[in-house]
């Protein structure tokens, strides 16, 4: 029987979450301030620990700290009634398993309680209608997750506010999810549930939306990931405009890979989009591997770029993932009377003007079509599970990408 200790100032969620987990097996323990809770840790060695950040004295953040100091092994999960991103950050980056919001729901706390433990099949993400299959066979990939929790801090690119992420290792066909801070709603990284105004690319729940995903799920893509669950408020930060940082995070933390498979999408017949404007055309076709050749034509400073892309994890990381997002500095402008792009910064995003780059140095001389290659890593993925096939694109955005990915899905996945 583990033993789980609460330690929470409001009574009335000290009982009520005692008789739910008592009601599931568990030895309960509660404690109404921080210093109760410290000497409840000493004496009883809980497994778990519910938390409440907001308490007189000492406050959960100092008994997280002191709890962490005793036994690093503790799984501590951070419960709060005035939740933010910031808080939520800051206590997983001091040790804390997992961060919940008030009001608690049933459903998450025990799906939290046993992903902590490792309960198989009890530690199911709970999202509408969504699941991933497990697929047998020789042409299966393993699923994968990572190996700890891993924490990002930045700004957004178009809302300009300070925010972060936390993105969680999660079991086998939970598939990657999005779950929006404080509000607490889960949206998958899937295509039914995509948003897009041409920018950058978002999904959207019931109540909630989280932006500017595409460097994100590209990461993803190339690494196999396949189950994760990323806390964020309303958007990815844009770090320094491109994936390496996201790439050096995914490292520091591991990949773990999965005893179930996932089915890729093998694309054995060629798709073209028709009825594209201003010179675009996009296409895929069968391939014995995940392709993409990219044309970007544009007026001075850029001209014309082309990149083909083949490979995997190493070929992204070193080629791809370092490119970052540019734009004019009248387009900028234009955003910002749109409140959007208010995030751009000299150190995160190339700025141009007819004469060409004004405030940084190109990474690679074709920096902007690789750029554009990026943005449709992460875009393709949005059918949560690798494509086997080439892509041709020409002066494509995400608005086009997406179109793609919903024909992909009508077509092949029903």
């Known amino acids: 029987m583990h033993k789980v200790l609460i330690i929470d100032d409001e009574k009335d969620i000290l009982d009520s979450l005692s008789s739910i987990l008592e009601d599931e097996g568990f030895q309960v323990f509660k404690a ?10 000493e004496r009883e060695k809980p497994k778990i620990v519910l938390l409440d950040i907001w308490m007189p004295e000492l406050d959960g953040i100092q008994v997280l700290k002191r709890i962490k100091k005793k036994k690093e092994e503790a799984i501590v999960i951070v419960i709060s009634g005035h939740g933010t991103i910031s808080t939520a950050v800051e206590a997983v980056k001091m040790g804390a398993y997992d961060f919940l919001e008030k009001p608690l729901s049933i459903e998450k706390i025990l799906e939290v309680i046993f992903r902590g433990l490792g309960a198989e099949g009890r530690n199911k ?4 209608d969504f699941r991933i299959e497990s697929a047998k066979g020789a042409h299966k990939f393993q699923q994968k997750t990572i190996g700890k929790s891993i924490v ?3 700004v957004g690119l178009h809302s300009g506010a300070k925010t972060g992420m936390i ?6 066909n939970s598939g ?3 779950e929006h801070i404080p509000d607490g709603e889960r949206i998958p990284a899937y295509i039914d549930y995509v948003f897009s105004i041409g920018y950058a690319s978002s999904v959207k729940g019931k109540n909630c939306m989280v932006r500017t995903i595409e460097h994100l799920l590209a990461t993803f893509h190339m690494y196999g990931i396949t189950n994760l669950l990323v806390k964020v408020s309303e958007e990815v930060p844009i770090l320094d405009g491109s994936a390496i940082e996201i790439c050096n995070k995914i490292e520091e933390a591991g990949i773990i890979e999965q005893q179930k498979g996932i089915e890729p999408l093998y694309i054995k017949e060629a798709v073209t989009m028709t009825g594209l404007s201003n010179g675009k055309s996009l296409q895929i076709e069968p391939s014995q591997s995940f392709e993409i050749d990219y044309t970007l034509e544009h007026g001075r400073p850029i001209g014309v770029q082309r990149y ?5 994890k190493d070929a992204f990381v070193a080629q791809i993932a370092p490119a970052r997002t540019f734009g004019f500095l009248r387009d900028f402008e234009q955003l ?10 000299i150190n995160n995003v190339i700025i141009l003007n007819d004469e060409g780059v004004i405030n940084t140095e190109l990474r ?6 690789r750029h554009k290659v990026l943005d449709l890593i992460g875009d393709i993925y949005l059918l949560n599970r690798p494509v086997i096939g080439k892509i041709v694109a020409k002066q494509t955005g995400h608005l086009e990408n997406l179109a793609l990915v919903k024909e992909l899905k009508k077509r092949f996945l029903g």
């Open 32 to 41: 109404t301030d921080g210093k109760e809770g410290l000497s409840l840790f």
């Open 336 to 345: 910002a009377k749109m409140g959007l792009g208010t995030g751009g910064r």
């Open 308 to 312: 083909r892309f083949q490979g995997g």
């Open 125 to 128: 993400v709970k999202t509408e």
């Open 167 to 172: 993105l969680l290792p999660m079991p086998e």
């Open 364 to 369: 690679f001389k074709d920096e902007f079509v």
């Open 176 to 178: 990657i999810v999005f």
């Open 152 to 154: 990002v801090y930045g």
